[in-house]
């Protein structure tokens, strides 16, 4: 997994569609559901990935006026399309490349449902191989049809519909692209096609059912109904204390503290990581952290609570829910914890697959008053914001 760490990646979000099928005035990638237009919609689910570092966002010069609804971000980077679907991906390779960019994920504007799920699980694929796209098994009889009729069935036993987001080492693609005349790339209906050029192996991985892609106004109306249905903003709130004791290490938020004394606990007693995974479990109605990982388990005992946030992270991703900021509360007289917030939220960073500016840490006193006052411990607060869908 080295190329995760030093490896750069953009995600281009193909916008420049004019959407002649959907028979609507305002393109469909700036229609609005809930307030918030399609294209926000699938931009959001990109924004926090710890592994994203540019969010390419390709549109057509004559929507210049919806696109001033597109989310004001630092990692987001308004480019301009092409005439045709491939020629705006050309547009998002050739800045990603002079950009030193050297993975990419393409995805489609107008496909708002694409889970956080699915997008590591493409990017993981990435960072092992240089071509990757997600796919569905054909389930219904397929028929090649002509003149209105029923010319032949066709075996379904290999056939795949594919999805994006398509992830790409970026001078590679760049590279297929280039043996293929402009004028013809229009007959290529995605970048695994132009990819197929070079001869080279594409892999796939498990795509999903609800990432659907907006084609109709049918296909509009059915993720209409799913996202105000169940796009909800989730708030929770976790607290915890722990009484100084001999004889252990210090471990706050997974990093070490340099101090006389540990924190009692059935596990490594990491106080901030366990308010952070109450107050996690708390917005996503999963109980609390000795439901999940109850004390009398020996398993649990002195176990890192790093391991116990991963866990945690994973049921995030499980419930179709996105992490949108966390908000912590270190209460404590002794040790200053200031020096350490930075390294602290690298950690957390790291664990939750989201910008570390999305974490932040803090510290304070009771002013001596009570048994934190009295240095009998430590406590921790945590509120996050999450958002959950389907």
């Not at 990491?270 to 398993?299: Q, T």
């Amino acid at each position: 997994m080295k190329k995760e760490k030093n490896k750069k990646l953009a995600v281009i979000i193909l916008a420049s569609g004019k959407g002649k099928r959907f028979k609507v005035k305002t393109p469909k990638q700036y229609l609005k559901i809930n307030n918030e237009t399609i294209l926000n919609f699938t931009i959001k689910r990109f924004l926090n990935l710890k592994f994203v570092h540019k969010i390419l966002v390709l549109i057509n010069n004559k929507h210049f006026n919806c696109s001033k609804t597109i989310n004001k971000h630092p990692l987001i980077k308004i480019l301009k399309g092409g005439e045709s679907r491939q020629l705006s991906s050309l547009n998002g390779l050739m800045y990603a490349k002079k950009n030193n960019f050297e993975y990419i994920l393409i995805h489609d504007a107008v496909r708002p449902l694409v889970s956080q799920e699915l997008i590591i699980r493409v990017f993981k694929s990435l960072m092992k191989n240089d071509a990757v796209i997600p796919v569905i098994k054909i389930q219904e009889s397929i028929k090649f049809i002509k003149d209105k009729q029923v010319h032949k069935d066709i075996n379904r036993e290999h056939m795949y519909t594919s999805q994006t987001p398509q992830g790409f080492n970026t001078t590679k693609l760049l590279n297929a692209y280039k043996k293929i005349k402009k004028n013809d790339l229009d007959k290529y209906t995605d970048d695994a096609q132009i990819y197929s050029m070079l001869k080279k192996k594409i892999n796939i991985v498990d795509g999903d059912e609800l990432n659907k892609k907006i084609t109709t106004k049918k296909d509009y109306d059915l993720i209409k109904k799913m996202l105000e249905k169940n796009n909800n903003t989730k708030i929770g709130h976790g607290i915890d204390f722990h009484k100084f004791c001999e004889g252990k290490n210090l471990v706050i938020f997974g990093k070490k503290i340099n101090f006389s004394k540990g924190l009692e606990g059935h596990s490594d007693a990491d106080v901030g990581i366990h308010a952070l995974i109450d107050a996690i479990c708390g917005a996503l109605n999963l109980g609390d952290i000795g439901k999940l990982f109850p004390d009398k388990n020996p398993k649990y005992k002195n176990i890192d609570s790093k391991i116990l946030l991963g866990n945690v992270n994973q049921l995030i991703i499980k419930n179709n829910a996105q992490l949108i900021h966390a908000d912590n509360t270190i209460i404590c007289e002794k040790p200053r914890i200031s020096k350490y917030t930075l390294q602290m939220r690298k950690i957390l960073s790291d664990i939750l697959c989201i910008n570390k500016n999305c974490i932040s840490i803090k510290a304070t006193t009771t002013e001596k008053m009570g048994f934190l006052g009295k240095g009998e411990g430590i406590a921790a607060i945590s509120i996050v914001t999450m958002k959950q869908t389907i």
